[in-house]
Nanobody, 128 residues
Framework: VQLQASGGGLVQAGGSLRLSCEASGLIFETLRNYAIGWFRQAPGNEREFVAAISRSGRGLSYAESVKGRFTIPRDNTQNTYLQMNSLKPEDTAVYYC????????????????????WGQGTLVTVSS
């Protein structure tokens, strides 16, 4: 399984971006059968949890810093997304997507160790 995050770029504060997580080599057909997590790493900081969705799609978790601004839309394709609205300069980071087919069906995972597959990151820069 290979993941690739894309859609990053430069945006002004208050703007929006939609990141995509594309997958190839999936065992279970589409990413809808996997729990997905989004993490980010700002310069000089450790990687941190941003958002997660369970395999069922009903378990959603968000970091406090992004609640009300970020969501994880889902469709029937191989991809999954991170919709980021009302962006702030402190959202500037490299964003990573991760996936796993393990764990409870209705629970999203906040820990990096719970994920088996990781994509290369995409850089999001928010200017003030």
């Amino acid at each position: 399984v290979q993941l690739q995050a894309s859609g990053g770029g430069l945006v002004q504060a208050g703007g929006s971006l939609r990141l995509s997580c594309e997958a190839s080599g999936l065992i279970f057909e589409t990413l809808r059968n996997y729990a997905i997590g989004w993490f980010r790493q700002a310069p000089g900081n450790e990687r941190e949890f941003v958002a997660a969705i369970s395999r069922s799609g009903r378990g959603l978790s968000y970091a406090e810093s992004v609640k009300g601004r970020f969501t994880i839309p889902r469709d029937n394709t191989q991809n999954t997304y991170l919709q980021m609205n009302s962006l702030k300069p402190e959202d500037t980071a490299v964003y990573y997507c991760a996936a796993t087919a393990r764990g409870p069906y209705n629970m999203g995972h906040k820990r990096e160790v719970d994920y088996d597959y990781w994509g290369q990151g995409t850089l999001v820069t928010v200017s003030s």
